[in-house]
């Protein structure tokens, strides 16, 4: 039977890709237009000799069946032939005098590890841990999208839920910042302020390490590349089609309708609904024109801010690195000098070295990646002169491995490859909007407001991804492109429907 219905999808990121295979499961015809050579977004991995790039990805909310994001994860096909490390560490902070600390994943392990080494802080600690243990008896409503709870639903969700809702309005309003600055323990302190950016909000930890502690939040063996070549196959496996190197200019409107998209090629395609999973500035104020805000749009873009433009880093050493414990992100480490990127000086650097996954590195090797907040307008104007911006990319790297080998000094003549990114080549590669990486930063003032994906007088149009989802992260992506095909299902009368592809994964 012919489908009925048209879907044009703006981008074959997580968000793009998610909504693209439920519209084929509901009956739809969808096609994604990508402005890239290959999908993923940000969620991106890219080869380098022998060595594959693990660009984004250290973790994955939902990768046990002990959550209901699980659910959502077998749909989309993403981790049914994946192997699934959970880390017993989520950051080891080493200091300059010696010491070190642990942000263990397992709760008790933390909670005495704390107690023991800041005894002087057990009752901001005790309330913390407590915050933890809340979140760890409940977990997040994935069925269905907000935008169709019912009176029904919100009773609920604050009846089962009340004693979470609770600690994340708590939690919410205190940023990281704010609670280290309670914390009597030098080390204690530097350790939170080196867990996330201290603009964010405390429930971003606590909802993390809850997540840790449960084991649901385990790294696909492969990382981002081979997750996102799972979901790009199952889409179309679906029937789905995805045009590359299709960068949309204009999204095509009629009577306050959207019904098609304008390529930069001139072409033009039309269908019954627009979903754009591409860069929220770009969206609103380019593609249509700035033509459909509200007071709401206009402050979100003026005031909220978005994560900070990265420089990264990858380096291939020849080194199995075998005698580390594994963690999460990685190790955070004092900077012997200075390191100087842009407008902004780091005194520390975190860096994964991804001894557990033998696939991004030739046997014995190991690939070893840093991610290195930066500002965005320092390269944006660096970018006119090429001679200038590659040898600013070659200092800096050069610099970052002098600061490393104060701590790896075994490793001088082992560094075989490196290579890096800059918020350039974000924006290249992505059109995100100030080079950022993943949308806007969950600070307790953003943390407030609900960022609708529809806008003001617009018909049949949703905007997906992390410039709706305040956070970003790829759960949210994925729930926002699954929660907006449910919305145009409640338009069109239809019984919204998903199903899984095949086995389980396999957990060690």
């Known amino acids: 039977m012919a489908n009925q219905k048209s879907i044009i999808i703006i981008g074959a990121g997580m968000s793009g ?4 295979c439920y519209a084929q ?11 890239g050579d290959h999908a993923g977004g940000v969620c991106t991995s890219w080869k380098r000799g022998d060595y594959n790039i693990n660009g984004s990805m250290h973790w994955l909310v939902g990768s046990a069946p002990n959550v209901k994001m699980h659910q959502m994860w077998l749909e989309l096909g993403a981790i049914q032939d994946k192997m699934l490390v959970n880390h017993d560490i989520f950051l080891t902070l080493k200091n300059v005098a010696g010491q070190e600390f642990k ?10 590890y704390i107690h023991e080494i800041a005894p002087e802080d057990k009752e901001e600690i005790d309330d913390f841990i407590k915050a933890i243990k809340v979140f760890i008896e409940y977990d997040l409503p994935t069925e269905k999208a907000q935008e169709l709870f019912g009176l029904f639903d919100g009773l609920k969700l604050i009846f089962t839920e009340f004693p979470m809702l609770m600690e994340a309005m708590k939690w919410s309003k205190i940023t990281i910042a704010e609670f280290a600055a309670k914390l ?12 996330w950016h201290p603009e964010m909000s405390m429930t971003t930890i606590i909802v993390t390490l809850a997540w840790m502690h449960k084991r649901t939040a385990g790294y696909p063996m492969g990382g981002s590349g081979a997750f996102i070549e799972s979901v790009e196959e199952r889409y179309k496996h679906l029937g789905g089609n995805i045009a590359y190197h299709s960068k949309v200019e204009k999204i095509i409107t009629y009577d306050d309708t959207a019904v098609g998209v304008q390529l930069t090629n001139g072409r ?7 979903i754009s999973a591409a860069d929220g500035y770009n969206t609103i104020f380019k593609m249509l024109g700035g033509k459909y805000i509200d007071e709401n749009i206009t402050k979100i873009y003026q005031t909220f801010k978005p994560f900070p433009s ?5 380096l291939g050493i020849d080194e199995s690195f075998e005698e580390l414990e594994s963690t999460v992100v990685g190790y955070n480490l004092p900077m012997k000098q200075p390191l100087k990127i842009g407008n902004t000086v780091h005194e520390r650097a975190t860096v994964q070295i991804y001894n557990f996954d033998p696939t991004l590195a030739p046997e014995g090797k190991t690939l070893m990646t840093c991610f290195l907040s930066t500002d965005y307008q320092f390269w944006h104007s660096l970018y006119q002169n090429k001679a200038l911006y590659e040898a600013e990319k070659d200092r800096i790297i050069n610099d970052f491995i002098h600061n490393l080998l104060a701590h790896f000094p075994h490793i001088s003549d082992k560094i075989e490859m490196q290579d890096c990114a800059t918020p350039m080549t974000y924006n290249n590669y992505t059109g995100n909007y100030q080079g950022s990486y993943e949308g806007w930063l969950p600070t307790p003032e953003a943390s407030k407001i609900h960022i609708k994906k529809t806008l003001p007088n617009l018909h049949h149009f949703f905007m997906i991804g992390h410039w709706v989802e ?5 759960p949210p992506a994925a729930m926002s492109g699954r929660n907006v095909v449910q919305l145009i299902c409640h338009q069109e009368g239809r019984k919204f429907k998903s199903y899984i592809s095949s086995v389980e994964a396999v957990m060690i």
């Open 17 to 20: 890709l998610s909504a693209g």
């Open 310 to 314: 990265i420089f990264f880093i990858a």
């Open 268 to 274: 033009q395609y039309f269908a019954d609904y627009i």
């Open 25 to 35: 499961m509901n009956g739809f015809d969808s096609m994604i237009f990508e402005m």
């Open 103 to 112: 942000f263990y994943t397992n709760l008790f392990q933390l909670e005495k």
């Open 470 to 474: 305040t956070g970003g992260g790829l």
């Open 184 to 195: 009597k323990s030098p080390l204690l302190q530097k350790a939170f302020l080196s867990f």
